[in-house]
């Protein structure tokens, strides 16, 4: 690819959207029009950038082993979300928590709720109270994992370093009884001993992968002892971290979960105070858009820009919607209505998921719980009645919903509300 053709494309991924490389191709907002060989060769002289010093890619240390590295470009939409993440540091949502007594209990039930939704694992608040509040004996596979979680997050609120012995130990915790005779780890073994696929991707032959994760040790444990460290880059390591680990996939299986949880240890580690209790919550409310930003990592040869904009994206739509629940939780008081905290939860999957208007069977797929019609209408008509939504005109008989803006005290830019 010419030079001048390349700068002139990268410098408008760094001005404006990041574009995918379907945008790239075929999308009209990037207008570069791309035919996939040119595509190929974009990707190609970037990752011949990477290699040197280059004022728009940074080039990470870590090993790899499909291609020539791991990178990120700094430019105007991934500094954007991550600058409104640092203007969220002194906001309730990103410390205590608005919706639960403490800090540590808004991490538990946020991370053990997300994390397991996120892989399609059942459960519900009220079962999570029994187990973790009441000690209740575990019934099945479900409960040893949600167990298994708060295990895990007691042992990386401890704050151990970061290296391969510790790793271990905690892919152990999460995996305590849960794991298929086929994907245990060989006794002595830190890491698996067969090849593994991820959709349709590999991930690092085994025998390499000691190799890189020590890399990541190294990487993460010098940033973190350094006396300077560039505040964008700290706020980017516990990201790093996640993509990391699923890119490698140390193990037959929890990666993800062992990856989500990583990402919580070393946001401990940094001492940042811009990390919500609540990512992997809103991870789970957006996990076809997170299974997408992997995709795109992956697909443009380890651009970690896209997952990384992904993640402080939906941080901020989390953020923002739990600051417009406030009010409009005081905006129902005045009007005597009480909401309670599933109704809360339900508003916010609402505002997360919000892409017009919807019926209640809209609702219910947004919500993912059981209810019968007559249920789902009586919450949505108290939605209305205090404000929440409005009713909306429609051509047939079918009920139809829309949030009301004029309730929303907060831009939601990210999640379609204006």
């Avoid at 760094?14 to 595509?39: C, D, H, I, R």
């Avoid at 892989?119 to 479900?142: C, F, H, I, M, Q």
């Avoid at 460290?229 to 699923?246: V, W």
């Avoid at 404000?387 to 005109?393: A, H, M, Q």
Wanted: net charge negative.
């Amino acid at each position: 690819m010419i030079i001048e053709k390349f700068n002139e494309i990268l410098s408008k991924q760094l001005e404006a959207e990041y574009y995918t490389a379907k945008e790239m191709q075929y999308g009209n907002n990037a207008g570069t029009f791309l035919s996939p060989f040119e595509y190929k060769e974009y990707l190609e002289e970037k990752d011949l950038k990477a290699d040197f010093d280059n004022k728009y890619i940074t080039k990470l240390p870590l090993k790899t082993f499909n291609f020539k590295c791991i990178y990120y470009c700094l430019g105007i939409e991934l500094q954007s979300a991550i600058e409104m993440v640092f203007n969220w540091e002194n906001s309730e949502v990103f410390s205590i928590g608005r919706f639960s007594n403490s800090f540590l209990e808004s991490r538990i039930y946020s991370e053990i709720e997300g994390t397991l939704n996120v892989e399609n694992v059942p459960t519900t608040r009220r079962r999570l109270k029994e187990l973790l509040e009441d000690n209740a004996p575990s019934k099945d596979k479900n409960d040893i994992i949600i167990k298994n979680m708060k295990e895990g997050i007691d042992f990386v609120n401890a704050l151990p370093e970061f290296n391969r012995d510790n790793l271990f130990k905690l892919y152990s915790i999460l995996s305590k009884d849960c794991l298929e005779e086929d994907d245990k780890l060989r006794i002595g073994d830190y890491y698996r001993y067969d090849t593994v696929e991820i959709s349709r991707y590999h991930g690092c032959p085994h025998n390499l992968v000691d190799e890189c994760m020590d890399s990541l040790f190294s990487y993460v444990n010098e940033l973190l002892n350094a006396k300077k460290t560039d505040k964008y880059l700290m706020m980017m390591l516990p990201h790093i971290c996640h993509y990391y680990i699923i890119y490698i996939h140390p193990y037959f299986d929890y990666n993800g979960r062992t990856a989500r949880m990583v990402s919580y240890w070393i946001y401990l580690l940094t001492g940042l105070k811009n990390f919500p209790s609540f990512v992997s919550e809103a991870v789970n409310q957006t996990k076809n858009k997170y299974y997408k930003a992997i995709e795109n990592t992956r697909d443009s040869h380890n651009d970690l820009t896209y997952f990384l904009i992904y993640l402080f994206n939906i941080t901020n739509d989390y953020a923002l919607a739990y600051e417009n629940l406030v009010n409009i939780e005081k905006e129902a008081k005045t009007k005597g209505y009480i909401v309670t905290e599933t109704e809360i939860n339900y508003m916010k999957k609402i505002l997360i998921s919000y892409e017009g208007v919807f019926s209640y069977t809209d609702f219910l797929k947004t919500v993912n719980v059981e209810m019968s019609k007559q249920g789902a209408l009586k919450i949505l008509n108290k939605f209305v009645d205090f404000g929440f939504l409005k009713e909306t005109e429609s051509k047939s008989k079918t009920k139809l919903f829309d949030i009301n803006k004029d309730a929303i005290a907060y831009s939601l830019k990210h999640l379609g509300v204006k």
